[in-house]
């Protein structure tokens, strides 16, 4: 069965503190991962897109990577502002399916 | 401005009461999906259409309906709500679907109770 687990499921930082986030998955044929951030209250807002292991897109703060098996996310030198809950999913056809992880919940203080 | 609403943004029922949660995008996407997000279980997908009268079962589609008579709209139907669909709810669209390079643009979420 496919999965998607993501890892910690909860992170609490110092501003500036940097760090990783795993996103590790079990799927036959991956066609691509995807990265979002959601807010409280909000819905997910999108942040990446890898498709072939090897990959890496960056955005400010923030760098993903992506492996046969899993996939990072590191945030470097964090600010509060990057604190939110990070998800990552994966689609091994090319229209329709999309499995999520469960993600994790970043907290960057002060 | 570009985006996906969702309607309404809360709603308390009673079990077996039928209900619509809208869902309209303003940017001409094909493809439009619905979610439910539960604490630990993360988002689940529940029915996604890559376009007009095309629409197919997600991972978790058991007591939900939809259809998609224009580009615009994918309305979410259940017909007799129970305790266990309480939950968050998101609708997102894309250009293209999952796979090419159009991400998602997700609603802002209809918290559904179902008592």
């Known amino acids: 069965e496919d999965q998607v687990t993501q890892s910690p499921e909860a992170l609490r930082l110092q501003e500036g503190e940097s760090s990783s986030l795993n996103c590790s998955y079990t799927?036959?044929?991956?066609?691509?991962l995807f990265w979002y951030r959601q807010d409280p209250g909000k819905g997910p807002e999108f942040l990446f897109t890898l498709y072939s292991a090897g990959e890496e897109k960056e955005k400010e703060r923030l760098k993903a990577t992506l492996t046969k098996k899993e996939s990072f996310l590191h945030i470097t030198a964090p600010k509060p502002e990057d604190s939110a809950t990070y998800l990552c999913?994966?689609?091994?056809?090319?229209?329709?399916?999309?499995?999520f992880g469960a993600g994790t919940q970043v907290v960057v203080t002060p | 401005e570009a985006q996906v609403t969702q309607n309404p943004r809360y709603l308390i029922t009673v079990t077996g009461k039928k209900l619509t949660v809208t869902c309209s995008q303003n940017?001409?996407?094909?493809?439009m999906s619905w979610y439910r997000q539960d604490p630990g279980l993360g988002l689940r997908q529940i029915y996604y259409?890559?376009?007009?009268?095309?629409?197919d079962k997600g991972d978790v589609p058991e007591g939900y309906k939809v259809s998609r008579k224009e580009k615009r709209n994918f309305p979410l139907i259940l017909e007799s709500p129970s305790p266990n669909q309480t939950s968050l709810y998101f609708c997102a669209s894309s250009l293209y679907g999952t796979a090419v390079n159009s991400p998602l643009h997700f609603g802002n979420g209809t918290r559904l109770t179902v008592t």
């Open positions: 940017m001409n996407h094909e493809y």
């Open positions: 259409s890559m376009n007009v009268e095309v629409t």
């Open positions: 999913a994966v689609t091994t056809d090319s229209w329709g399916k999309l499995q």
């Open positions: 799927v036959s044929g991956l066609r691509g």
